[in-house]
T-cell receptor, first 111, second 116 residues
Framework: DQQVKQNSPSLSVQEGRISILNCDYTNSMFDYFLWYKKYPAEGPTFLISISSIKDKNEDGRFTVFLNKSAKHLSLHIVPSQPGDSAVYFCAASAVGNQFYFGTGTSLTVIP | NAGVMQNPRHLVRRRGQEARLRCSPVKGHSHVYWYRQLPEEGLKFMVYLQKENIIDESGMPKERFSAEFPKEGPSILRIQQVVRGDSAAYFC??????????????FGEGSWLTVV
């Protein structure tokens, strides 16, 4: 049962434009959400997180939006850079429990 | 990756052999997670451990797989009698034990197991 879903396997964006990566979840008990970036042959690197008490969190070029009623979160990267090309995973957890990951979205930023 | 150390990075085993993957968490972290990534797939949860305690092993295959996180030393993921389907990247992640320290898990670089 896939509790966290990333329905877009891939996304291509021009350099300088906005990248929007989407994630949906099914478990209303989730209260903490994270985004990770992963390059081939490396481990996932933490990018940004958001608690369920917020609807937006921003860190530099990265902003995460959370819509609890829709059980949806998104990661906005602006402006997109070629170095942002990687696989992005969203994850969700409830206190004291495991972290559930989506299947990832491969982002390609075209110079 | 915030200091989570995994070794070996690459491991080749013949079918039927044992594989042992080690994970040293970030210093001071007392919680460890193991995830597996099969080719062309996402990260699948395997097990969640605290020192000397298994919190959640719902993602572990029922046979051949075991994990521990002793009071001293690294966490070990052990796969006995490996089969070709065990070929995957195995990632370890850790987080602090105290809620006030945040709920973010930090990953190691991974161990790539190839079964021939």
């Amino acid at each position: 049962d896939q509790q966290v879903k990333q329905n877009s396997p891939s996304l291509s964006v021009q350099e300088g434009r906005i990248s929007i990566l989407n994630c949906d979840y099914t478990n209303s008990m989730f209260d903490y959400f994270l985004w990770y970036k992963k390059y081939p042959a490396e481990g996932p690197t933490f990018l940004i997180s958001i608690s369920s008490i917020k609807d937006k969190n921003e860190d530099g070029r990265f902003t995460v939006f959370l819509n609890k009623s829709a059980k949806h979160l998104s990661l906005h990267i602006v402006p997109s850079q070629p170095g942002d090309s990687a696989v992005y995973f969203c994850a969700a957890s409830a206190v004291g429990n495991q972290f559930y990951f989506g299947t990832g979205t491969s982002l390609t930023v075209i110079p | 990756n915030a200091g989570v150390m995994q070794n070996p990075r690459h491991l080749v085993r013949r079918r039927g052999q044992e594989a042992r993957l080690r994970c040293s968490p970030v210093k001071g972290h007392s919680h460890v997670y193991w995830y597996r990534q099969l080719p062309e797939e996402g990260l699948k949860f395997m097990v969640y451990l605290q020192k000397e305690n298994i919190i959640d092993e719902s993602g572990m295959p029922k046979e051949r797989f075991s994990a521990e996180f002793p009071k001293e030393g690294p966490s070990i993921l052990r796969i006995q009698q490996v089969v070709r389907g065990d070929s995957a990247a195995y990632f370890c992640a850790s987080k602090p034990g105290t809620p006030s320290s945040g709920n973010t898990i930090y990953f190691g670089e991974g161990s790539w197991l190839t079964v021939v």
